[in-house]
């Protein structure tokens, strides 16, 4: 299947893996509906909100390898 890094796009990873969408709200990420969001990589997400990518990577990995 496919693999996120910290530089993969939060848009792709929500088109790729709809189901992610709970692992950005879970850590403040509630901005998804918003277009700016979406364009925004994981690491620069993570930055703002106070968030470790790498964790998040890591989560994200294993839903969509499930």
Same mark, same amino acid.
């Given at each position: 299947m496919k693999e996120v890094t910290k530089n993969t796009i939060i848009g792709d990873? *929500?088109?790729? &893996?709809?189901? !992610?969408?709970? *692992?950005? *709200?879970?850590?403040?990420?509630? &901005? *998804?509906? &918003?277009? !700016?969001?979406r364009g925004e990589t994981i690491e620069q997400a993570c930055a703002v909100h106070g968030n470790d990518p790498d964790e998040l990577v890591e989560k994200v990995n294993k839903l969509i390898n499930k």
């Open positions: 990873v *929500l088109d790729i &893996c709809p189901d !992610a969408a709970p *692992l950005f *709200l879970e850590i403040g990420m509630h &901005c *998804l509906g &918003c277009p !700016a969001s």
